[in-house]
């Protein structure tokens, strides 16, 4: 299913309480709103989409083992709240602990109002590579620090950085990593195959 795009008058947006509250509500879906302000409806993921982000978590738990004290990592319910005032929710994503730690306890149970230091995005069925590799700019321009564009269909990676791709491959023969952000990660996709 294509996203829905819902466009609300520039005098009548949800405030981020309101939006929260409407998410809640609708939480078969994922919502996210972009910088014009706009509603993305997304259906939820198939189930292949769903194997894979689960092996991508497996993964980033095992990794993240023993490094309590570098961050926190979060999963694709999680929407947060941007520079730019878009709730943008990635597939999976980590935040440093004393940027995580600096927020108040409202801040975190709601949309944090921060960006990821890193993000991955997987493209689903449903996904239109072209958009999501504007998210990933998104993602960018607002501030994060690495970032993980995943292709299962066309069997395609890119890493991002703050001056946009960085490295992409072709093929799953390869391995993605954390670059100077996250230098101990390493992720060999041909565990998606």
Not at 29 to 51: A, D, V, Y
Not at 116 to 130: A, G
Not at 148 to 175: C, H, M, R
Request: hydrophobic letters at 40%; proline letters at 5%; charged letters at 25%.
């Amino acid at each position: 299913m294509e996203p829905i795009v819902l466009k609300f008058p520039s005098n009548q947006q949800f405030t981020d309480d309101e939006l929260f509250d409407f998410c809640a509500a609708n939480d078969w879906f994922k919502i996210e709103r972009n910088k014009q302000g706009q509603l993305i409806i997304m259906s939820p993921s198939g189930g292949n989409t769903g194997r894979i982000h689960f092996k991508i978590y497996k993964f980033l738990v095992h990794w993240s083992e023993g490094k309590e004290d570098l961050g926190y990592l979060v999963d694709s319910s999680v929407g947060f709240r941007l520079p730019d005032n878009s709730v943008l929710a990635p597939d999976a994503a980590f935040v440093f602990k004393a940027r995580w730690d600096n927020l108040t306890e409202a801040e975190r149970d709601k949309f944090p109002p921060l960006c990821p230091d890193f993000v991955i995005e997987v493209r689903s069925q449903s996904d239109n590579i072209k958009q999501l590799k504007e998210k990933m700019n998104d993602w960018m321009a607002n501030g994060c620090r690495l970032g993980w564009l995943i292709d299962p269909i066309a069997k395609k990676a890119w890493i991002y950085s703050t001056q946009g791709i960085v490295k992409s491959f072709e093929n799953f023969e390869a391995q993605l990593d954390g670059l100077d952000v996250l230098p101990e990660l390493n992720f060999n996709l041909k565990l998606l195959v």
